[in-house]
């Protein structure tokens, strides 16, 4: 198990060096493929009425006019250590965990990062954990009364619940339960935890139900398919032929044969919406890293946006390193592989 362990570490380390190259590569190379030169690239981070002077001495001070491979060197090692910005006037310093600087506001992103995302992890842990179990629940039930009015009902329910979009639902559901009867919290409420957990529960229902009744749908789809696969499996006419109770049968032999798929696609959601669940804190008017992220984009705030992409990767790798460690636990095999 420890040398599986390890050898996941290495992979997803890797994973996230690669994915930092990607990332430094749209950013930055991407731009001077189109056509993009230094002066052109520091435009962004000097004023309107900014000199050709001025602006060369920008593209200077930001390393425009290094080669690629010192660039990324530069950027990569800040992730890390930190490092200081000079911004003609004054210098900044962008302390370890560096992802990056915002010449527009001035402060650094990390901080900000910080700041947004118990909203969004508040959001995606909540939401979670309502539509894997509701979401597995119903696939089972499902799956062990196919074809009876609960599997119907259920299964019309999901399709709806894939089919409709996030702001649609959100919108309805805070114009009814919201504005509408008064029973739930309006949009852009949000309590810390540490202050008050049952206000912060009550602001988040809405958000966590709209979201899960999106999941719940694909996760008891994907249960009952998965069930129906493994029930008629001859393990399991095996372990009922051995008198086992109809109960261990499902749930020791038939769910364990059926979470593989689930966790796979369990640990990239999550991983996902840990990275900013973008639609949902746009329509609950959540100030979480979605938000963050819209409106650096509509700023065209590039460190913000950098920053940004680069903690929903490390929150995937992570999801995706934890669902391999759960694959060891569910099947013992993966740990010789």
């Given at each position: 198990m420890l040398t599986y362990l390890l050898r996941r570490l290495i992979a997803s380390f890797a994973l996230l060096v690669v994915v930092s190259m990607v990332v430094f590569a749209i950013f930055y190379i991407f731009p001077r493929l189109a056509g993009a030169t230094p002066?052109?690239?520091?435009?962004?981070?000097?004023g309107r009425t900014a000199t050709p002077e001025t602006v060369r001495l920008m593209a200077e001070r930001l390393g425009f006019y290094d080669p690629i491979y010192t660039q990324y060197w530069t950027w990569f090692k800040t992730?890390?250590?930190?490092?200081?910005?000079?911004?003609?006037?004054?210098?900044?310093?962008?302390?370890?965990?560096?992802?990056?600087?915002?010449?527009?506001?001035?402060?650094?992103?990390?901080?900000?990062?910080?700041?947004?995302?118990?909203?969004?992890?508040?959001?995606?842990?909540?939401?979670?954990?309502?539509?894997?179990?509701?979401?597995?629940?119903?696939?089972?039930?499902s799956a062990l009364k196919r074809g009876s009015i609960f599997d119907r009902t259920s299964m019309s329910m999901a399709l709806a619940g894939v089919s409709l979009p996030i702001y649609f639902t959100g919108l309805m559901a805070l114009s009814i339960f919201s504005y509408g009867l008064g029973w739930t919290a309006?949009?852009?409420?949000?309590?810390?935890?540490?202050?008050?957990?049952?206000?912060?529960a009550y602001a988040l229902l809405l958000p966590w139900i709209?979201?899960?009744?999106?999941?719940?749908?694909?996760?008891?789809?994907l249960t009952r398919s998965g069930m129906l696969e493994t029930m008629g499996?001859?393990?399991?006419?095996?372990?009922?032929?051995?008198?086992?109770?109809?109960?261990?049968?499902?749930?020791?032999?038939?769910?364990?044969?059926?979470l593989t798929p689930i966790l796979t696609i369990f640990g990239l959601d999550l991983g996902l919406l840990l990275g900013g669940a973008v639609l949902t804190?746009?329509?609950?008017?959540?100030?979480?890293?979605?938000?963050?992220?819209v409106d650096a984009i509509q700023n065209q705030d590039l460190p913000r946006i950098l920053g940004v992409t680069m903690l929903a990767a490390l929150f995937i790798v992570v999801s995706n390193l934890v669902v391999d460690l759960m694959y060891a636990v569910i099947d013992p095999r993966v740990r010789t592989k």
């Open positions: 002066e052109t690239m520091a435009t962004r981070y000097v992730i890390f250590t930190g490092g200081t910005i000079d911004m003609g006037t004054s210098i900044e310093t962008c302390n370890a965990p560096c992802f990056g600087y915002s010449y527009r506001a001035r402060t650094a992103v990390w901080p900000d990062l910080i700041d947004r995302a118990p909203v969004t992890f508040s959001l995606a842990v909540g939401a979670a954990i309502l539509w894997l179990f509701g979401g597995v629940v119903t696939g089972i039930i309006p949009g852009g409420s949000y309590t810390p935890f540490a202050e008050n957990p049952a206000q912060w709209t979201l899960a009744f999106l999941f719940s749908a694909q996760y008891a789809r499996e001859d393990y399991i006419r095996t372990a009922r032929a051995k008198g086992l109770m109809e109960r261990t049968v499902t749930l020791k032999h038939g769910l364990r044969g059926a804190e746009k329509t609950f008017s959540l100030n979480g890293l979605g938000k963050y992220t």
